[in-house]
Nanobody
Framework: QVQLAEAGGGSVEAGGSLKLSCTAS????????MAWFRQAPGKEREQVAV????????FYADSVKGRFTVSQDNDKNTMYLEMNRLNPEDTAMYYC????????????????WGRGTQVTVSS
């Protein structure tokens, strides 16, 4: 089994930056890809960014392209999300997820979720 723990959320003014981290533990060798999702109140959960563990391929939602950067340090089993030029529409609970299979920029099959970290952007 895999366990995921997010960190780095907080409150920031519009135009500011935050960097999230997600550290995996347990059966990390089973992870093929990891992703960041977010969910704002009253909205569906949205995939923000995906990174393939071995190839390092990255995929982004259109809403964050050019502002967010996903990266990983496989030695530390940690994925990061650097968020720049934040705006109030980025306010959400951010979750990391992992899967043993991925394709087309999506996690496939069974997913493991972290508990989430809150990001709040004020105008």
């Amino acid at each position: 089994q895999v366990q995921l723990a997010e960190a780095g959320g907080g409150s920031v003014e519009a135009g500011g930056s935050l960097k999230l981290s997600c550290t995996a533990s347990g059966s990390t060798d089973s992870i093929a890809c990891m992703a960041w999702f977010r969910q704002a109140p009253g909205k569906e959960r949205e995939q923000v960014a995906v990174i393939y563990r071995t190839a390092g391929s990255k995929f982004y939602a259109d809403s964050v392209k050019g502002r967010f950067t996903v990266s990983q340090d496989n030695d530390k089993n940690t994925m990061y999300l650097e968020m720049n030029r934040l705006n109030p529409e980025d306010t959400a609970m951010y979750y990391c997820a992992s899967a043993g299979s991925c394709g087309g920029g999506l996690l496939r099959g069974s997913r493991t979720w972290g508990r989430g970290t809150q990001v709040t952007v004020s105008s």
